[in-house]
């Protein structure tokens, strides 16, 4: 089985197998309310996706068979500092979960899924058509499924 996460609060879990990239299964981020305004990954709940997706589809005690690869993000240009905190917030969450899991990790850069995706140089949405082209069962139909997209082509891509 492998794990697809983009970290965000407006990222994804994607869930597929590990041979046949078949999608199993994918979630949006679940969140919370945070501070302010703003929103958080709530941690609890993702724990729970992760470990009812491992109870489903790697029903065995071992976390061997399954592969989570995390898209590493920093810091962008232009970014303020208090939405770069929040994002950063998210990211911390995601790995502890994982951690707390004792799920082996795989950090990607964008940059390397996107490049054995054949999306560097296009624009944002070309991963959410690249992603319904190999995963038409997936529901992907709305500009904010970007999240769920990413999702499933850093599980496919990510290694």
């Known amino acids: ?16 197998k590990e041979y046949s990239f078949e999608m199993l299964e994918v979630f949006d981020m679940p969140v919370m309310p945070g501070t302010g305004k703003r929103h958080q990954v709530n941690g609890a709940e993702l724990a729970k996706i992760l470990r009812e997706a491992k109870a489903i589809h790697a029903p065995v005690k071992s976390n061997e068979n399954i592969q989570v690869y995390l ?33 082996s990790v795989t950090l990607v850069t964008p940059q390397s899924w996107k490049k054995r995706a054949g999306l560097i140089g296009k624009e944002k949405d070309a991963a959410r058509t690249t992603a319904q082209l190999l995963y038409p069962a997936a529901d992907l139909g709305r500009k904010k499924d970007i999240g769920r997209a990413d999702a499933l082509l850093i599980a496919r891509f990510g290694g």
């Open 71 to 103: 898209e590493r993000v920093s810091a962008m240009p232009g970014q303020g500092v208090s939405s770069m905190f929040s994002f950063g917030c998210s990211y911390g969450i995601v790995l502890g979960v994982l951690a707390a899991l004792q799920y």
């Open 1 to 16: 089985m492998r794990i697809g996460i983009d970290p965000g609060v407006a990222g994804a879990i994607a869930v597929i």
